[in-house]
T-cell receptor, first 114, second 110 residues
Framework: AQKVTQAQTEISVVEKEDVTLDCVYE???????LFWYKQPPSGELVFLIR??????QNEISGRYSWNFQKSTSSFNFTITASQVVDSAVYFC???????????FGAGTRLTVKP | DAGITQSPRHKVTETGTPVTLRCHQT?????MYWYRQDPGHGLRLIHY???????DKGEVSDGYSVSRSKTEDFLLTLESATSSQTSVYFC?????????FGPGTRLTVL
């Protein structure tokens, strides 16, 4: 069975602080995909990143970075110099080889205060 | 913008009534999905489709049925709505490997 755990239910930071959102996953598949999505207060789901299980390279996109570690089954997301516009619920998700069985974590609500 | 629309965007209905939600895509994607979002659970897969008339169950399929008679439309039906089906419903399509989501439908069952 596949499972995603986002242990941080809510995080509050002050603008310009760095913040890391944790994601731990469980799977028996050797081929799998990991994702992060953002859900701003307006409610839509915005795709941020996809990583497959064979690519452990960390990725940086502007102020966003992702740390994928198979040894600890984690796929953590860091926002550097947070901004008020980063306030949202962030979901980590996992899907297996056939990519039709996406499992989401419960989400982490990030509030960035001015 | 992945060209996904959902209708209606909001609906209030009563227990025991049938409800159909529609997902429409404009980009001819083969795979389409229905999820529900509830507090504390993230999103959970209800059903998905891998082609016209080809569908399969997801994690929380009880009480729901789906149909796909055209590539562009994927319908989710609650045959007899219950209060436990009050939720926000998202449709998604699959691009190369990631899924792109529609705007969501907020359904309230009284």
């Amino acid at each position: 069975a596949q499972k995603v755990t986002q242990a941080q239910t809510e995080i509050s930071v002050v603008e310009k602080e760095d913040v890391t959102l944790d994601c731990v996953y469980e799977t028996r598949d050797t081929t799998y995909y990991l994702f992060w999505y953002k859900q701003p207060p307006s409610g839509e789901l915005v795709f941020l990143i996809r990583r497959n299980s064979f690519d452990e390279q960390n990725e940086i996109s502007g102020r966003y970075s992702w740390n994928f570690q198979k040894s600890t089954s984690s796929f953590n997301f860091t926002i550097t110099a947070s901004q008020v516009v980063d306030s949202a619920v962030y979901f980590c998700a996992l899907s297996g080889r056939n990519n039709n069985d996406m499992r989401f974590g419960a989400g982490t609500r990030l509030t960035v205060k001015p | 913008d992945a060209g996904i629309t959902q209708s209606p965007r909001h609906k209030v209905t009563e227990t025991g009534t049938p409800v159909t939600l529609r997902c429409h895509q404009t980009e001819n994607h083969r795979y389409m999905y229905w999820y529900r979002q509830d507090p504390g659970h993230g999103l959970r897969l209800i059903h998905y489709s891998y082609g016209v008339k080809d569908t399969d169950k997801g994690e929380v399929s009880d009480g729901y049925s789906v149909s796909r008679s055209k590539t562009e439309d994927f319908l989710l039906t609650l045959e007899s709505a219950t209060s436990s089906q009050t939720s926000v419903y998202f449709c998604a399509i699959r691009g190369s490997d990631e899924q792109f989501f529609g705007p969501g439908t907020r359904l309230t069952v009284l």
